[in-house]
């Protein structure tokens, strides 16, 4: 080798052994001179109802939608200031970060906006809140605190439109409850008035047309019972477990309280086979879960008696109306010169009450499914929290593997440059001239 490639070798040896020892000196720099920042995650599914709003030919940009206003809102003051009030945020930062003085709820709120990254997990329904400290403990308790508080904020919110629908229903229910009472009674004075002017007359005279309504009537009746008759004929030729189960599908007026009792009971027996399997058909635990299961059975025959001696009295009540309406229309007559005005206006008072109670009725459906809603309401518009966040066991920053690679890349290039440097060849002698 010559003097100048030897020249050359060394000064690259020495400019990659400079270059790799201020790479190792950087990356320890990085690694232990950087603030440890420490980074945790929780994750949050956005309702069902408000997913089920959704089911249009522009779901997935309705959903973007969806989350990002959600994301917004658990960003705003109404969920951070509850959360800053629960841990206490003002009084722990200004201890930390203003001298012992308590921070406002401004400060604390600006720098928990920094401090948190609330944004839609990419292709799924979820949101995800990453919060960020120097504090290991500090990010899981902050992160979590937000998706409870939000969880609670939406519930509160549900309940406040849940009780506002139901208050206008309960007033329109008040509402329609005095119109029937009002024109119940004058249907009842007109009635009495008229029984007053034909008290002498032993027949009761009838327009036509009152006359038909009241045949009608009695024809209605009389299927009615002939049904309710073979309903029940039919329900006593059943075993016991078919009855139960035929009984628990009629109206949830008459078998709720069966319909409860059958869904205690199958909880019941569900934690019967769990202690069995648990613990042994003869543990404490599995003797307990037997005796309420037999409880339980108890109480559903008690609602299946119920249920069926309710059945019979309304067929008695029925047969006794029909009884009454088959004498009463022995006793009708027709007479079109016994019609007057009151004849007109009894019936006419007759169809508004049938009229407001059908209105009735539908209002009172309308508040038994307002019911329902909201009993599907209390699992389908809270929130779910699918992953809690737990105190990080590594700091997200300094980044402890590109710090490592980097001072690994330094030695190497160090050790390469001394090695360069060693193992350089002396250069040889010039040739001697003649």
Not at 276 to 303: C, M
Request: charged fraction near 25%; glycine fraction near 4%.
């Amino acid at each position: 080798m010559t003097i100048k490639a030897r020249t050359r070798r060394e000064s690259f040896a020495r400019v990659l052994s400079i270059g790799g020892a201020l790479v190792t000196v950087a990356g320890l720099a990085y690694l232990f001179l950087t603030p440890k920042i420490y980074q945790a995650s929780a994750r949050m599914e956005v309702p069902k109802n408000a997913r089920r709003q959704n089911n249009s030919a522009n779901a997935a940009y309705d959903l973007k939608l969806l989350l990002a206003a959600e994301c917004e809102f658990m960003r705003s003051d109404t969920i951070l200031d509850p959360v800053i009030e629960h841990l206490r945020l003002n009084e722990l930062w200004g201890q930390r970060y203003n001298h012992g003085n308590a921070f406002n709820n401004a400060q604390s709120r600006a720098r928990l906006q920094m401090m948190a990254d609330i944004h839609p997990a990419p292709d799924s329904g979820l949101i995800q809140i990453k919060v960020a400290s120097r504090d290991r403990e500090e990010p899981a308790r902050i992160a979590n605190e937000i998706a409870r508080t939000y969880g609670e904020s939406r519930e509160a919110r549900r309940q406040n439109e849940s009780r506002d629908r139901i208050n206008l229903l309960k007033q329109q229910w008040e509402a329609q409850n005095a119109k029937v009472a009002q024109a119940q009674a004058d249907l009842e004075k007109l009635s009495q008035e008229i029984r007053d002017e034909r008290a002498t007359n032993s027949a009761t005279f009838y327009d036509p047309q009152s006359y038909e309504l009241l045949q009608n009537k009695h024809a209605e009746l009389e299927m009615d019972y002939v049904k309710q008759k073979s309903t029940l004929d039919l329900y006593a030729g059943m075993d016991r477990t078919k009855l139960t189960q035929v009984l628990s599908v009629l109206d949830e007026n008459t078998n709720s309280v069966l319909i409860g009792a059958l869904t205690q009971l199958n909880r019941a027996e569900s934690g019967l086979i769990t202690a069995q399997n648990d613990h042994g058909s003869n543990s404490p635990e599995a003797v307990a879960a037997n005796l309420a299961v037999g409880k339980l059975r108890k109480n559903v025959d008690e609602a299946v008696n119920g249920i069926m001696f309710g059945l019979n009295e309304n067929l008695v009540s029925l047969k006794a109306s029909l009884d009454q309406l088959s004498q009463k229309l022995k006793n009708a007559t027709t007479n079109s010169s016994q019609i007057t005005a009151r004849d007109s206006a009894y019936a006419a008072a007759v169809q508004k009450l049938e009229t407001l109670r059908n209105e009735q009725d539908v209002l009172q459906k309308k508040m038994e499914q307002s019911d329902r809603l909201e009993a599907l309401a209390i699992t389908d518009t809270s929130p779910d929290i699918l992953d809690l966040a737990e105190p990080p066991t590594q700091p997200a920053s300094p980044n402890r593997r590109a710090a490592t690679n980097i001072i690994f890349t330094g030695c190497f290039a160090v050790i390469a440059g001394l090695l360069l440097l060693v193992s350089a060849p002396k250069p040889r002698a010039a040739p001697a001239k003649a």
